[in-house]
């Protein structure tokens, strides 16, 4: 199975504070890579697909880059409304497995 | 609009049953391939089952395999689950999922419903 390590586990900064979140495949994976955002309580929400594509009606703050192993899921200016748990998930192989996930809070 | 709406779970003893449903709505079910991921409470996503449009390929986590069954009713706009064997670690929330068109990209997810494996 393909591992993916998030880091940081967590984060907390301020608004409008740019945030970093990284994916890293245990292998090569080409672009074969999601990222979600999960609020509390709620079911999980795709912001990213392919790596770096917005998925329709994502705000244009959040942005994704990378391929092979090592992706980005970067929020340009943090808003309040972004206070969730993001998750990273490969589709290059069955089965499918996400990170761990990155909680991000307001600081 | 799309709408994925979960029914099915509960409390169930340990080495029981319980069959899930995902009713679906808003787009042509029969055109996309579906999944369920589960989420344990306090714990990270986790995915459970795929079917294809057709029903002609199926693929499950081994954490599952042998206990559960995924299976789907395109006439009926219907998604299911059948578990089966029932362990503790199984106690989660179930979400059923719409794969995109790119495919392996879960673009839809309904609002879960939650399975509680306990005697």
């Known amino acids: 199975d393909i591992q993916m390590t998030q880091s940081p586990s967590s984060l907390s900064a301020s608004v409008g504070d740019r945030v970093t979140i990284t994916c890293q495949a245990s292998?090569?994976?080409?672009?074969?890579l999601n990222w979600y955002q999960q609020k509390a309580g709620k079911a999980p929400k795709l912001l990213i697909y392919?790596?770096?594509n917005l998925q329709t009606g994502v705000p244009s703050r959040f942005s994704g880059s990378g391929s092979g192993t090592d992706f980005t899921l970067i929020i340009s200016s943090l808003q309040p409304e972004d206070i969730a748990t993001y998750y990273c998930?490969?589709?290059?192989?069955?089965?499918?497995?996400f990170g761990q996930g990155t909680k991000v809070e307001i600081k | 609009e799309v709408q994925l709406v979960e029914s099915g779970g509960g409390l169930v003893n340990p080495g029981g049953s319980l069959r899930l449903s995902c009713a679906a709505s808003?787009?042509?079910?029969?055109?996309?391939?579906m999944n369920w991921v589960r989420q344990a409470p306090g714990k990270g996503l986790e995915w459970v089952s795929s079917?294809?449009?057709?029903?002609?390929?199926?693929y499950n986590a081994d954490s599952v395999k042998g206990r559960f069954t995924i299976s789907r009713d395109n006439a009926k706009n219907s998604l299911y689950l059948q578990m089966n064997s029932l362990r503790a670690e199984d106690t989660a929330v179930y979400y059923c999922?719409?794969?995109?068109?790119?495919?392996?990209?879960?673009?839809?997810w309904g609002q879960g419903t939650l399975v509680t494996v306990s005697s």
């Open positions: 292998q090569d994976i080409s672009n074969y």
């Open positions: 998930q490969q589709y290059d192989n069955i089965p499918r497995t």
């Open positions: 392919d790596a770096s």
């Open positions: 999922a719409r794969e995109g068109a790119a495919a392996g990209d879960f673009d839809y």
């Open positions: 808003g787009f042509t079910f029969s055109s996309f391939n």
């Open positions: 079917i294809n449009s057709r029903s002609t390929y199926i």
